[in-house]
């Protein structure tokens, strides 16, 4: 059900706001859950993900569906996901990605000062960075000061209250 639920919203909101094909493509998930994200972009032809989550849970459904996806679909998918802390960027950001993948997780960070920093240095590994925000009032903040030093533009996406805004480079 989480599977049909994940790929209604990559079909209608994700999808068609990616900023580049997604073939041959590298991939970064901040916060990605069970990776499913991560997985569709393998599927569609993305050469690498990478998956970075803090909750075990997370990690070890994220690793189950990458051994199930890679035995139905007979191919190993290269999707690693990293137990980390996602502001500890130094351990997970050791090359740079073509797209990035954001969803809900400016809110994990305390204050508007640590969320500008973060997409910083985020910004300065990723070609493109796709953010969804809940609207916090800080969130959307530092999203918008974030997109204003230039190196990001925002799109909103009016008719999707799940993704209310994508932020690309």
């Not at 980390?84 to 950001?93: F, G, P, R």
């Amino acid at each position: 059900k989480d599977d049909q639920r994940g790929m209604m919203k990559w079909k209608k909101y994700i999808e068609p706001n990616l900023p580049i094909p997604i073939k041959n493509r590298s991939v970064l998930d901040i916060g990605c859950n069970s990776g499913l994200f991560s997985l569709y972009c393998l599927k569609q032809g993305a050469s690498y993900a990478r998956g970075v989550e803090l909750e075990d849970r997370y990690v070890k459904q994220a690793n189950l569906l990458k051994r199930v996806y890679s035995e139905i679909d007979g191919r190993d998918y290269l999707f690693d996901i990293i137990k980390k802390n996602m502001l500890n960027t130094n351990e997970y950001l050791n090359r740079t990605f073509d797209i990035c993948f954001m969803f809900n997780v400016l809110r994990m960070i305390e204050n508007y000062e640590q969320s500008v920093d973060f997409l910083r240095k985020i910004g300065d590994y990723c070609r493109f960075l796709i953010n969804q925000y809940n609207g916090s009032s800080y969130e959307s903040r530092a999203s918008q000061t974030y997109i204003s030093t230039g190196h990001f533009q925002a799109i909103d996406n009016t008719s999707a209250t799940a993704i209310t805004n994508t932020v690309y480079g």
